[in-house]
């Protein structure tokens, strides 16, 4: 069963820098664009990065524009995300998934990120 599988968060303060990594274990995504979504504290889900197939294209949301950046490794069927200058209106639950909702994957668990002032 596909599953994907988010880590690399933890507590920063404002200013500082962490890098997630979302795999995939059971399926490839390869063929998909991906993105990574975040849900705040009582917020909606929402997108704040994808990335096309072979990783040519990417977009941000404009609140991480300049500060994140989305890579991925199909060989190793990893997404990656950077993320600097870190805000503490960034903190929230980090997932990935397949960019178009038509065919996501169930939601892992995600990671949570903590930003503090």
């Known amino acids: 069963q596909a599953q994907l599988i988010e880590s690399g968060g933890g507590s920063v303060q404002a200013g500082g820098s962490l890098r997630l990594s979302c795999a995939a274990s059971?399926?490839?995504?390869?063929?998909?664009?991906m993105g990574w979504f975040r849900q705040g504290p009582g917020k909606e889900r929402e997108i704040v990065a994808s990335?096309?197939?072979?990783?040519?294209?990417?977009d941000y949301a404009d609140s991480v524009k300049g500060r994140f950046t989305i890579s991925r490794d199909n060989a190793k069927n990893t997404v990656y995300l950077q993320m600097n200058s870190l805000k503490p209106e960034d903190t929230a639950v980090y997932y990935c998934?397949?960019?178009?909702?038509?065919?996501?994957?169930?939601w892992g668990q995600g990671t949570q990120v903590t930003v503090s002032s």
């Open positions: 998934n397949i960019k178009i909702p038509t065919f996501q994957w169930n």
């Open positions: 059971g399926r490839t995504f390869t063929p998909y664009a």
């Open positions: 990335i096309s197939r072979i990783g040519s294209i990417t």
